[in-house]
T-cell receptor
């Protein structure tokens, strides 16, 4: 079974609007971290935002926020006020506490921002 | 430098030749990871180092792949007798430790093309 599922291969959003990128995860480890990365066409992997399994509040970082619903095992990324520069691949990833610490990645969502 | 540094950024090699990819992690980061990303695909975990030791090498695709890390810092990934299916972007990442709450910081990758 996949540990990280991103069901949206591609998404379009109008500039200045908000968009939600979906991510569900599967783990039996009580302690884990959830991460979102952005990969523009240049190829670099840019860390955006993090949510710990014990965090009570949803993480926010500028225009990025993470809608963390622990019971549903979902960690959706919300980008507010989309900009053209937000066009990129977005990867959801998880690190489990009982593991060697490698990030397990989803297959990614390609976001395209339309002017 | 402040970030993870990888070299070379691009490498074109003939089938059957050996290649060596280098990663210089962020200073003070004890955990180091290698991933591979084929064109349009997600990230495939290869190997992880904690200090100089690699507890789990099961992610390496074949025995043509090997990696080492010296002095708890620089790591090299070596591919012997390269094949065309080895063509991919090889990404290195480091984190402060292997704990689930530390983000991985990625280098810009080495794009390997085997002709």
């Amino acid at each position: 079974a996949q540990k990280i599922t991103q069901t949206q291969p591609g998404m379009f959003v109008q500039e200045k609007e908000a968009v939600t990128l979906d991510c569900t995860y599967d783990t039996s480890d009580p302690s884990y971290g959830l991460f979102w990365y952005k990969q523009p066409s240049s190829g670099e992997m840019i860390f955006l935002i993090y949510q710990g399994s014990y965090d009570q509040q949803n993480a926010t970082e500028g225009r990025y926020s993470l809608n963390f619903q622990k019971a549903r095992k979902s960690a959706n990324l919300v980008i507010s006020a989309s900009q053209l520069g937000d066009s990129a691949m977005y990867f959801c990833a998880m690190r489990e506490g009982g593991s060697q610490g490698n990030l397990i990645f989803g297959k990614g969502t390609k976001l395209s921002v339309k002017p | 430098g402040a970030g993870v540094s990888q070299s070379p950024s691009n490498k074109v090699t003939e089938k059957g030749k050996d290649v060596e990819l280098r990663c210089d992690p962020i200073s003070g980061h004890t955990a180091l990871y290698w991933y591979r990303q084929s064109l349009g695909q997600g990230l495939e975990f290869l190997i992880y180092f904690q200090g100089n030791s690699a507890p789990d090498k099961s992610g390496l695709p074949s025995d043509r792949f090997s990696a080492e890390r010296t002095g708890g810092s620089v790591s090299t990934l070596t591919i012997q007798r390269t094949q065309q299916e080895d063509s991919a972007v090889y990404l290195c990442a480091s984190s402060y430790n292997r704990g689930e709450y530390s983000p991985l910081h990625f280098g810009n990758g080495t794009r390997l093309t085997v002709t």
